[in-house]
């Protein structure tokens, strides 16, 4: 297939699914469509223009009765857009700033928590975390980005979102404004995004281990966080114990800025697996297990409510997946199978969650 060829199969497969292709034909260096809508005309067109600018392209769009054509150019120009650099700067300071100032909360007024907190960032306080959180956060939306690329699924860059919690962020999104168009696809992306991440995480997780250490409970700040391994994941236990050791009654585990960096990562990595809706874990189970998804995801719903008791924080993503939905939407053709290599990448994903939830992640 030459690149015309291909650069045309592409652009039909961003079309195919809200029209039907009457004529396509070369015009210079444009592709010119020829289509028809059996959907609301106005509503497609306004998706279509959001579709294709998404993915880079320059288009014009020209409506003669009943038929619409489409001049577009085929090259896309996949530019970063402004907010997408803001939101990114954005988050890169509150990931500094924000998780240094809240430790130092236990200052007695506002003018010595600020300067407590500006002489830590001036002594290195925060920088490893940042980069770490970041390495995590950036490298997982990343393995969505390349694998929709891949398969022809328009995407957004992504978008980091800065947040004033104990992280400075609530992570990063990407935005789909085409289908899935198959169980393969839906797979490869669902599962590429957190097993890289997931790799970056326990990375920095096992490095900042050797950074780590054993204090007693009393040495403890007010606003820091003291680990135990009760209510850990198994691999959190297993590289704990194994990097530095079983901690004696009334001592807890002090992290290193990477090693509580690599633990948030596997948090995050694990939430994003559960198999609910359109988190990437319903995406793989869907793709996997087809509508056996729905079962799936009502025993994660059960789970999430009775783990709540333990740890409120799971009440509020039981909350999350009745507001948006347990269930996966199908893809436009279920009934392709599945390569082997999709299926062992969904496997693998599901996996790397079992190892890596957490069940009491905060008490």
């Known amino acids: 297939m030459n690149n015309t060829e291909k650069q045309i199969t592409i652009l039909d497969n961003l079309l195919k699914d809200i029209f039907n292709i009457e004529a396509v034909y070369r015009q210079n260096e444009k592709v010119v469509f020829s289509l028809t809508t059996p959907f609301d005309r106005t509503k497609v067109i306004k998706h279509t223009k959001d579709r294709l600018k998404l993915a880079g392209y320059s288009f014009i769009i020209d409506e003669k009765d009943d038929i619409i054509l489409l001049t577009i150019d085929p090259t896309p120009k996949n530019k970063i857009p402004l907010i997408n650099i803001i939101l990114f700067i954005t988050t890169f300071f509150t990931i500094y700033f924000i998780p240094v100032f809240i430790k130092n909360l236990d200052k007695a007024n506002f003018n010595e928590i600020l300067e407590s907190t500006i002489t830590d960032i001036s002594n290195g306080a925060g920088l490893i975390f940042t980069f770490a959180m970041i390495s995590i956060l ?28 104990f992280i400075g962020t609530f992570g990063a999104i990407i935005k789909s404004k085409s289908p899935f168009w198959n169980r393969r696809d839906l797979i490869e992306v669902g599962a590429w995004g957190p097993v890289a991440g997931w790799v970056v995480a326990f990375f920095w997780l096992s490095f900042g281990l050797t950074q780590s250490s054993l204090i007693p409970l009393e040495q403890f700040g007010l606003t820091e966080m003291s680990f135990s391994l009760t209510g850990e994941s198994l691999l959190m236990k297993f590289l704990t114990l194994n990097i530095i050791g079983v901690a004696p009654d009334g001592y807890f585990y002090h992290l290193s800025e990477a090693a509580f960096a690599g633990w948030v990562g596997l948090l995050v990595t694990a939430i994003n697996m559960l198999p609910i809706g359109q988190l990437d874990g319903g995406h793989i189970v869907y793709g996997l297990f ?31 997946g009745l507001i948006f939905g347990v269930n996966h939407p199908p893809t436009l053709n ?24 957490t069940p009491i992640p905060f008490r």
Do not use: C
């Open 138 to 165: 950036f490298v997982h939306e990343m393995g969505h980005y390349i694998a929709s690329r891949r398969r022809n699924i328009v995407t957004s860059w992504p978008y980091f979102i800065p947040a004033p919690n």
């Open 334 to 357: 279920d009934s392709k199978p599945i390569s082997k290599s999709a299926k062992t990448l969904g496997i693998i994903s599901l996996i790397i969650m079992f190892i890596s939830f």
């Open 290 to 320: 087809e509508k056996k998804q729905h079962l799936f995801g009502k025993f994660a719903m059960v789970g999430l409510i009775l783990l709540g008791f333990q740890s409120t924080v799971w009440w509020m993503f039981a909350a999350f």
